[in-house]
């Protein structure tokens, strides 16, 4: 083991930012509070309040991936790596255009190279539309490896509900292994984006997990997820990689929660999703025309029809972040868009879109609680008391804004142990607090004008952004 791998395999989820930043958050804002409240007093108690079920759930999958990591460490500890003789399927669909290529080469490499030693019978799909701009260098990165296939779907293919985009390309790939006979328990399925590779630790997760399972007997899991991250090496933007730092700790907080515990509500992304091929047969991608966000409706289903089978391991996928702050805009506004369509599919059962509404509310009013437009208002209206109704509401304000800080120290953590030099530079924890008000409307405003365009009908477009190398 290499010592960037010793380095990750140490690696737990820190708890003390975390209290650091809420007893100064709770004694500062404890200082400033007035006696009376102003004009702003009743929204803000609010606004500033409302996230406090999504901070509860993120601080408990914090101590729930603490003790997985650890309780994982404790049972591995001094045995040989696990090689498993299940077939593992890697399904990479991808637009298949010029720009997108060297990020897909790039991830493909990393399943041929780190798979195998733990899945002797591992097996790369690149699941591509049928005469792609990129086709022949696609066709040519099979032809380098008798692991990688190309899966080009027909152009005159069309599902049953009429699905687009890439849940199309998903549901032809799993009709297909139905039909090759793959749809068995001793399949799994690991499903992965094209600019989105693997490591060592990612295969040894992976290969752990499913010999967990085999012998779970009747209280096996069939969907399993971890880490997605961003080495610092893959980006071409700076500020929208250091505004990604949130998307690791997401993973390490709140999706721990929900999917480690058994039922994923709180949804699942793309990246690192490892499904039973035998459980993926029973819903599979048809999700109609309307889908943008094909996972999460996944998730969603799942959960209710196996609850309690799904985990979280510790294993890592690598990839990387928006390439311009357009791209950055266009890709959160797509996830906020679609899943406002999920909240509203009659389709699904209310108590499974319950949490993602309340998730996508706190989502859309993101701008209203963010700090400077508050203080904007407050100069606008001549009232700048941010006093809350009661002294009372500040221990949850502080907890709230302590689990935001938080997410942005321990992600920034995270990308950064995952990159080449495997640390934070100096002005990089600076910036990535100083800059969480940035952040806060780089999220929130894409996520308001998404949701405007569902409630107005806009048609729904699937945008594939370019893919750093």
Not at 31 to 47: E, I, R, S
């Given at each position: 083991m290499?010592a960037?791998?010793?380095?990750l395999?140490?690696?737990?989820?820190?708890?003390?930012?975390?209290?650091?930043?809420?007893?100064?958050?709770v004694?500062?804002?404890t200082?400033?509070t007035?006696?009376?409240?102003?004009?702003l007093?009743?929204?803000l108690t609010?606004?500033?309040?409302?996230?406090i079920?999504?901070?509860?759930?993120?601080?408990?999958?914090?101590?729930?991936?603490?003790k997985?990591?650890r309780?994982a460490?404790?049972?591995?500890h001094?045995?040989?790596?696990?090689?498993s003789d299940e077939?593992?399927?890697?399904?990479?669909p991808?637009?298949g255009?010029?720009?997108?290529h060297?990020?897909?080469?790039?991830?493909?490499?990393?399943?041929?190279?780190?798979?195998?030693p733990?899945f002797?019978?591992?097996?790369v799909?690149?699941?591509?539309?049928?005469?792609?701009?990129?086709?022949?260098?696609?066709?040519?990165?099979?032809?380098?490896?008798?692991?990688?296939?190309v899966?080009?779907?027909?152009?005159?293919?069309?599902t049953?509900?009429?699905?687009?985009?890439?849940?199309?390309?998903?549901?032809?790939?799993h009709?297909?292994?139905?039909h090759?006979?793959?749809?068995?328990?001793d399949v799994?399925?690991?499903?992965?984006?094209?600019?989105?590779?693997?490591g060592?630790?990612?295969?040894l997760?992976?290969?752990?997990?499913?010999?967990?399972q085999?012998?779970?007997?009747?209280d096996?899991k069939?969907?399993?997820?971890?880490?997605?991250?961003?080495?610092?090496?893959?980006?071409v933007?700076?500020?929208?990689?250091?505004a990604?730092?949130?998307?690791?700790?997401?993973d390490?907080?709140?999706?721990?929660a929900?999917t480690?515990?058994?039922?994923?509500?709180?949804g699942?992304?793309g990246?690192?999703l490892?499904?039973?091929?035998s459980?993926?047969?029973?819903i599979?991608?048809?999700?109609?025309?309307?889908?943008?966000?094909?996972d999460?409706?996944?998730?969603?289903i799942f959960?209710?029809r196996y609850?309690?089978?799904?985990?979280?391991?510790g294993?890592?996928?690598?990839?990387?972040?928006?390439?311009?702050?357009r791209?950055?805009?266009?890709q959160r506004?797509?996830?906020?868009?679609?899943?406002a369509?999920?909240?509203?599919?009659?389709?699904?059962?209310?108590?499974?879109?319950?949490?993602?509404?309340?998730?996508?509310?706190?989502?859309?009013?993101?701008?209203?609680?963010?700090?400077?437009?508050?203080?904007?208002?407050?100069l606008?209206?001549?009232?700048?008391?941010?006093?809350?109704?009661?002294?009372l509401?500040i221990?949850?304000?502080?907890?709230n804004?302590?689990?935001v800080?938080?997410?942005?120290?321990?992600?920034l953590?995270?990308?950064a142990?995952?990159s080449?030099?495997?640390?934070?530079?100096?002005?990089?924890?600076v910036?990535?607090?100083?800059?969480i008000?940035?952040?806060?409307?780089?999220?929130?405003?894409p996520g308001?004008?998404?949701?405007?365009?569902f409630?107005?009908r806009?048609?729904?477009?699937?945008?594939?952004i370019?893919?750093?190398?």
């Amino acid at each position: 083991m290499g010592a960037s791998q010793r380095r990750l395999a140490r690696w737990r989820p820190a708890y003390l930012p975390l209290v650091l930043a809420y007893l100064i958050i709770v004694v500062s804002e404890t200082w400033l509070t007035q006696p009376h409240p102003g004009m702003l007093g009743w929204p803000l108690t609010v606004l500033w309040t409302w996230p406090i079920f999504t901070t509860l759930t993120g601080i408990f999958g914090l101590s729930r991936t603490r003790k997985r990591l650890r309780a994982a460490a404790e049972r591995w500890h001094g045995q040989d790596p696990p090689r498993s003789d299940e077939l593992l399927v890697v399904v990479v669909p991808t637009v298949g255009r010029d720009d997108t290529h060297p990020a897909l080469e790039r991830s493909v490499h990393s399943y041929t190279s780190w798979l195998p030693p733990c899945f002797p019978n591992v097996r790369v799909d690149i699941v591509v539309d049928e005469g792609c701009e990129a086709e022949a260098r696609i066709k040519q990165l099979a032809a380098d490896s008798d692991r990688v296939r190309v899966v080009a779907v027909p152009s005159d293919y069309v599902t049953p509900n009429g699905t687009r985009f890439k849940a199309r390309a998903a549901h032809y790939a799993h009709e297909l292994r139905v039909h090759e006979g793959e749809a068995r328990d001793d399949v799994w399925v690991l499903h992965m984006d094209d600019d989105t590779g693997v490591g060592p630790d990612t295969a040894l997760a992976m290969a752990w997990f499913i010999e967990e399972q085999r012998v779970a007997g009747p209280d096996a899991k069939h969907l399993a997820q971890g880490i997605l991250t961003y080495p610092r090496e893959y980006a071409v933007n700076r500020l929208t990689w250091l505004a990604d730092s949130a998307r690791p700790a997401e993973d390490v907080g709140r999706f721990s929660a929900w999917t480690g515990s058994g039922t994923p509500r709180a949804g699942v992304h793309g990246e690192l999703l490892l499904v039973r091929a035998s459980i993926e047969a029973t819903i599979g991608w048809d999700f109609g025309p309307r889908s943008l966000v094909e996972d999460a409706q996944f998730a969603l289903i799942f959960s209710e029809r196996y609850p309690g089978r799904s985990a979280w391991f510790g294993g890592r996928c690598y990839g990387a972040s928006p390439a311009s702050m357009r791209d950055f805009f266009r890709q959160r506004e797509r996830w906020s868009w679609g899943l406002a369509a999920l909240v509203f599919n009659r389709s699904l059962p209310l108590r499974n879109r319950v949490l993602l509404g309340y998730s996508v509310l706190s989502w859309v009013i993101g701008p209203l609680q963010n700090v400077a437009v508050v203080l904007l208002v407050g100069l606008l209206i001549a009232d700048p008391n941010t006093s809350p109704t009661t002294v009372l509401i500040i221990p949850l304000w502080a907890v709230n804004m302590a689990y935001v800080v938080w997410m942005y120290w321990e992600g920034l953590r995270v990308n950064a142990g995952v990159s080449a030099d495997g640390r934070r530079r100096w002005w990089e924890p600076v910036a990535v607090i100083a800059l969480i008000p940035v952040f806060g409307l780089m999220e929130g405003l894409p996520g308001l004008r998404g949701f405007v365009k569902f409630a107005r009908r806009t048609p729904n477009r699937f945008m594939v952004i370019a893919k750093p190398s």
